[in-house]
């Protein structure tokens, strides 16, 4: 057994260290016997961590039913890396018998050459399989579904139904629901396995089967398929064609990574870097300088605007220079009030906590939340600004623009994700550059000419 | 059926505005019928919607089995108003059946006093599972896992299985696995309901159950749980006690909430606003203020030493004003790339996907990123200000302060989020600050003194 948490860690580390001593040692009998008792995933993970050369030779140790298993979890890198030492025999045996939904992500990130070549090993139902897939448009439920499911008349019993699942071939069939289709291929009704095992062997699939199903369609996008599965607390999605005929079934561990996939994306879009979806350790600092220069041109033009703005009160700065001390803490708190409301409001556009909430009712909230922020910052930071520079005409300017910045960051911070998101843009990618915008270009022209007003000057 | 995407959001909102207006003209029979073909947690959502006055008697409409499915999807407000609301004997039907994990979360927020009145009314067995739950620590395997499975010899057939299953009282316990225990009631292996129902009748548990069982403990974190199911894409998750003994397990449907209320909390600690884990929008306006002030107030310190170093190059800022033009572009900037550094490490670091990752590999990877950053925003830097203001010099202090502060960013960005999670901090809450710190304070002290050195003033 496999202990958890730390233990479990360490045994994955002993795992790796040891795999490698003994393949070194050429003790193949060892390995083989060492990887007997772990996970599929795990003995991905510490093939993946061998040198190059002794990969395949790790892989080639495992059965036939377990090499599919493991290659699945494999990264892209040592898939191909794999593939292209393997015999045409060896490529048969793993590439096809992995399950087709998985087949199809591998196949859309090897180079087109060698999907072709592999596509053409394939036997001609596994071909077909991976063909209509692949054929589905990128992150939709038609591409992320399984093909593969059990589906039965509605008048079979209970005993019946168990002995044909006994006789079926394919036993990756079986997953957590049987579907119940009519004469013209629709999906009437699902049968959970649970369902199965508890029912009174003589009772029919009609009696059994809950009518009420939840599923998509084959073009639903898969953060929706996630969401879907997420609300109603189920293991496995129908997927039907427009006909409403079933064609496959989304699983509950896909979910889970789109989940987190989406999540990331957010926090990066949040943080001003670009995502493409793929593991971020994996590419190349120049990759990662592109992802992140575009967003940072950004806000050096942002910063061009608000440059000729102190530009132009040059005048008013060599009268008072006092007032650039102030410049950072007016700009900076701006800032962070405009991030506060685009975070919570972002958030919840995405994970439709505020779908039902009107844009006015979450503006105006956050309107009010601004006001009292700026009143509590602006008091002490007025009493602040006076102990500081002894200047009170200087600390009731800096006072009196607090207020005035932390409303205008909240409406823009709240806003602006709802007006990024009617015009179908991603609210978390668009709002940031034109919070900080506002907020600073705003902050500053607001900032001078209140000062300005309050010195006369 | 219940259609998918907009179709069914568009239905949803229909089941809720017809619930209204049929209570409303008193027909209870159209609102039953209304509500048959409906999903628990939609009626949930229906409910929640209602007018308070109305709730009780809309779910009042729901048949026993029904009521306490929908009732576990409703909010805390909306449970304790009914519970306030029920009489004695509808308490004991809905709270006394439902699931233990469920009735535990409830119980944790719902005040003591109606928490020990409902604790005296359940039934003993029901009493004791909760109270054990309940001692469990927040947040841990033992709090979040359900008591509630079945477990059997390993000497009994699939045949004998089936019908143990089919006479068992209650079918909730039957979820995706049967456990098999040993004499000392130790877990020994998991039996997936598809090994059961594909297997010939006479086979023995013990030819077809899976001995690599992974598990958790009872006081594993709930984010580690949710990794655990991740990384092995299992449905349901045993916990064992000190002892290794089978006490419960955790599903995949309350592990995707929990993982998207950690990356919530990721995302709202990067955008500096605390997370208490319950709904942001149901919260009162003087909380969420609460919530945000603390970090306001921290930015608003650092920026006192920020205004304290400006204030003491006043003479220099005299001598040359312009200075104060390029200011926000400089800490701007600099800000923006530590903020991409540490969203980065931070998600990484959360996610497991750095966890095999040196700190200083990490580190070195960033400064490197920060370094070829800070040479194509300095060298446009450098034109722009020389064209805008006309002063090399200047324009020189300003390129040259872009590069030192772009590297200062984002080797604080990825170091930072490492040296709090080795003192056990959460790396998203604490690093953000400390970042905007150093980047604010520090990049202003390089600009000066770059500027008065190339200057020389």
Not at 39 to 52: M, S
Not at 431 to 452: E, M, Q
Request: hydrophobic share 45%; charged share 20%.
């Amino acid at each position: 057994m496999i202990p958890n948490g730390t233990k479990h860690n360490e045994l994955r580390q002993l795992v790796r260290s040891q795999l490698e001593l003994l393949l070194e040692s050429g003790n193949l009998q060892g390995a083989k016997s060492l990887l007997i008792p772990v996970q599929p995933v795990d003995i991905a993970e510490a093939i993946e961590g061998l040198p190059k050369a002794t990969q395949l030779i790790a892989f080639r140790l495992l059965s036939k039913a377990e090499a599919i298993e493991v290659y699945e979890y494999l990264n892209k890198e040592v898939q191909q890396a794999l593939i292209q030492e393997f015999k045409r025999q060896e490529v048969l045996d793993v590439v096809d018998k992995m399950s087709p939904d998985d087949r199809a992500r591998m196949f859309d990130e090897l180079p087109a050459k060698i999907v072709r070549r592999l596509l053409a090993q394939l036997s001609p139902k596994e071909r077909q399989a991976t063909a209509i897939l692949l054929g589905y448009g990128e992150d939709t439920a038609g591409r992320i579904m399984t093909p593969e499911y059990i589906s039965l008349r509605e008048n079979l019993t209970v005993s019946q139904t168990l002995e044909r699942i006994r006789n079926q071939a394919n036993a990756s069939e079986v997953v957590y629901y049987l579907y119940v289709k009519d004469n013209s291929r629709r999906l009437t009704g699902i049968v959970s396995l649970k369902d199965l095992v508890i029912a009174a062997p003589d009772t029919t699939l009609a009696e059994i089967m809950a009518r009420d199903v939840v599923f998509v369609h084959t073009d639903t996008d898969q953060e929706e398929v996630a969401r879907t599965i997420q609300r109603y607390d189920i293991v496995a999605l129908p997927v039907v064609d427009s006909e409403e005929r079933l064609v496959g079934v989304v699983t509950v561990d896909d979910v889970i990574d789109i989940i987190e996939q989406e999540a990331t994306e957010d926090i990066y879009a949040l943080g001003g870097v670009q995502s493409d979806g793929d593991s971020y350790f994996q590419t190349n600092l120049l990759t990662v300088a592109r992802r992140r220069v575009v967003w940072l041109f950004v806000l050096l033009l942002t910063n061009t605007v608000t440059g000729a703005i102190i530009s132009s009160h040059k005048a008013l700065l060599e009268q008072a220079v006092v007032l650039t001390v102030f410049m950072p803490l007016l700009t900076g708190t701006g800032g962070n009030v405009g991030a506060q409301s685009s975070t919570v409001v972002i958030r919840g556009l995405n994970t439709d906590e505020i779908k039902n909430m009107g844009a006015g009712k979450v503006v105006f909230r956050e309107a009010a939340a601004g006001v009292l922020l700026g009143l509590i910052l602006g008091t002490v930071a007025t009493v602040w600004a006076y102990l500081f520079q002894g200047d009170l005409a200087v600390a009731m300017s800096v006072g009196i623009s607090l207020v005035a910045i932390a409303l205008l960051a909240s409406v823009a911070g709240s806003a602006l994700p709802f007006v990024f998101r009617s015009f179908g843009l991603d609210p978390a990618l668009m709002s940031a550059p034109f919070i900080t915008t506002a907020v600073d270009v705003l902050g500053v022209l607001i900032y001078f000419s209140i000062a300005r007003a309050i010195l006369g000057l």
